[in-house]
């Protein structure tokens, strides 16, 4: 039989060890854990070059809807802010009419929630001024601009991802003054010369909100931007790339061999384009996408971009349109869509 004292000192010691092992596993999971936990936030970190471009994320206006049919416009918008959320990019840039109407706070509510789950996960979101945020009340428009965006100057600004330099220009040229216009001019071309020189800059691209070049039926191309960005844009060495919004569609010019895209597809009503007599000649006659936004990378020796557009079930995206540019402004390549890939031949 066993002795009580010993079976008592037994039980102790099975149960000492039984507690000790308990705290050896404990102490494995909880750190086993911790690893994981900080596995996840690893791959959530934003290491990605990429950088997106977006425009007229503006819901419709009743007045627009007496022209233009509605589709589900501020589903795509939320879609296409949350379809960029999930790419973590390093920058997102709004090229204007960000929303319906700049002085209302009502009409910011909506964006202020995409923006914040943009910035919540790291990603630098800037914008430019479009004629939805000035309209009405353009001082008080610009205010509620400038909160979200403190970044931003009325007279150009300059931000620089992965050695991409983004100049973002104010193209309301009816709200700015003689001198406002004269002295964004000015630094548009300083700019561009200091950066053509800065070895440390690969590419320049250009946006503001209004297009110099678009076959739109509702809105024509601005002569002002053609005259005060494009004239100095097309004399700078490393400026490859002009983006625009103001047209809501795609379009992809290219003159002089400098690309032309205009990309007003985040959520505006969609515009009917000229099918005859264009006034310009458009690179992708066939890919008109209802709403889509551009991606942007840069590799050794070109930037790689991709217009992404919504499905029609108003939830998925798909790469629409493959444009290559390089710094060597002779090689260009033809624009491939998603249907021209389908169509190859599989090797």
């Not at 009743?62 to 949350?82: D, G, Q």
């Not at 400038?146 to 983004?166: C, I, M, W």
């Not at 709200?175 to 071309?189: F, G, K, M």
């Amino acid at each position: 039989m066993l002795n009580y004292n010993l079976y008592g000192d037994f039980i102790n010691g099975s149960y000492q060890h039984m507690a000790l092992s308990k705290f050896i596993v404990f102490f494995f999971i909880f750190f086993a854990l911790q690893a994981k936990s900080q596995s996840i936030a690893d791959t959530t970190t934003i290491d990605s070059n990429e950088i997106v471009f977006t425009s007229d994320t503006q819901g419709p206006i009743w007045v627009e809807s007496i022209l233009l049919k509605p589709n589900h416009n501020r589903s795509a918008t939320r879609s296409i802010f949350n379809n960029i959320a999930t790419r973590q990019p390093k920058a997102v840039f709004i090229l204007g009419d960000v929303v319906s109407l700049g002085n209302s706070n009502k009409q910011w509510k909506r964006m202020d929630v995409y923006l914040k789950k943009l910035r919540d996960s790291g990603v630098a979101v800037n914008a430019t001024l479009g004629n939805h945020d000035v309209m009405g009340q353009p001082k008080k428009g610009q205010k509620k601009f400038q909160k979200r965006f403190p970044n931003h100057l009325k007279t150009g600004y300059l931000e620089v991802v992965d050695s991409v330099a983004v100049i973002l220009l104010n193209s309301n040229f009816k709200n700015l003054s003689a001198t406002e216009i004269e002295t964004q001019t000015d630094w548009y071309r300083s700019t561009l010369s200091r950066l053509d020189a800065d070895s440390s800059i690969q590419f320049i691209i250009t946006g503001c909100h209004h297009s110099p070049y678009t076959n739109s039926k509702i809105v024509g191309a601005s002569s002002s931007v053609k005259k005060n960005f494009v004239t100095y844009f097309m004399k700078s060495a490393k400026s490859r790339l002009f983006l625009s919004g103001h047209t809501h569609a795609f379009e992809h010019f290219r003159v002089e061999g400098k690309d032309f895209m205009v990309i007003g597809g985040g959520g505006g009503l969609t515009q009917p384009l000229r099918k005859t007599a264009k006034k310009y000649d458009d690179l992708d006659s066939t890919y008109k996408p209802m709403f889509h936004y551009l991606s942007v990378r840069r590799l050794p020796d070109h930037l790689e971009i991709n217009s992404i557009r919504l499905k029609a079930n108003g939830v998925d995206f798909e790469n629409g349109l493959n444009v290559k540019i390089y710094k060597d402004q002779n090689s260009i390549t033809k624009p491939i869509t998603a249907e021209t890939l389908k169509s190859l031949p599989a090797k």
